[in-house]
């Protein structure tokens, strides 16, 4: 099970130096979400200061970017990375697409399943010379030696997807080569959901279900006093209350034993209380959805949860306090090389 390091990305002066104390804390990679900074150039400048270390976009907005833009990206870090680059692709939700975007969202779930077979189609043609996708939604069928970036010495990239749904794990299965998990991603949901139908969508396309890496970002709250863990917790339950608002998300919470989280908290958003939002989340909510531990702990507490089912895990908090960054690594170290 390896385990990388996630961070938004950063102005392009400062990313370098958070690659290289990555690599050296003993991560295995490190994952770029992509917020109001794009998750490429980022990859793209680490790729420069720490080679070797393996770099994923977890995930990277899919619909405003053509499939042709998003391949030749991919395939040029690809290249920068001598093989190490993982293209994660998410289709964000509906608003920001549409309003901040400008695209078009309809379907996207079946959009992104041939936006994912599109780009795979790029990655073919950049070596073969002959660009031959028609899907439900893009039609590339033309491309010149002076428009194609040409072969490269090392594999297509990786392409993941962020699913939560039935619907859309079973997809991941299908067409892709991994599965990003939503941070609420808790065991029970990976037992109940995620391992099941990623199954049946890589039975459906003739894989192997350990084809696809399952790759899941995980909470935690870590420290060998309680006083060293408050801070932690109390950042979770912000995490947490803020994951938990969203609608499309309740069924996780109402399996888990929590019925009723999402719409409690949706009445506290509503009427702009934030603190009143995290107060709907109880130890109980963090004991499921968050990974507690002394430093001593944390690597079995870990293993034990989430070996089996993950094939990576992303620390979703470790680069939040520099000074126990180092720390983080070590236990990066003890997972991986077990």
Known sequence: MHVDAMTIPQPLTQIGDTARR???AGFSGLLFTETGRTAYLNAAVASQAAPGLQLSTGVAVAFPRSPFVTAATAWELQEATNGNFRLGLGTQVRTHVVRRYGMAFERPGPRLRDYVRAVKACFSAFRTGKLDHHGEFYDLDFITPQWSAGPIDAPDPKVDIAAVNPW??????EVADGVHVHPLGEPGYLARHVAPNVAAGAAKSGRDTSDIAVIVPVMTIVGDTDEERHNERE???ASLSF???TPNYAFILDEAGFDGTTARIREKQKAGDFKGM??????DHI???ATEATWDGLAEALVAKYEGTATRIVLYNALSDPARF???G?????????
Request: hydrophobic share 45%.
């Open 330 to 338: 070590e236990i990066a170290q003890r997972i991986s090389t077990r």
């Open 22 to 24: 990555t690599q050296e």
């Open 243 to 245: 994951y938990a608002s």
């Open 287 to 289: 004991a499921v959805f």
């Open 278 to 283: 995290a107060a709907q989340i109880t130890d």
């Open 235 to 237: 950042l979770v339950r």
């Open 168 to 173: 859309m794990l079973r997809m991941a299965g």
């Open 326 to 328: 180092e720390r983080y």
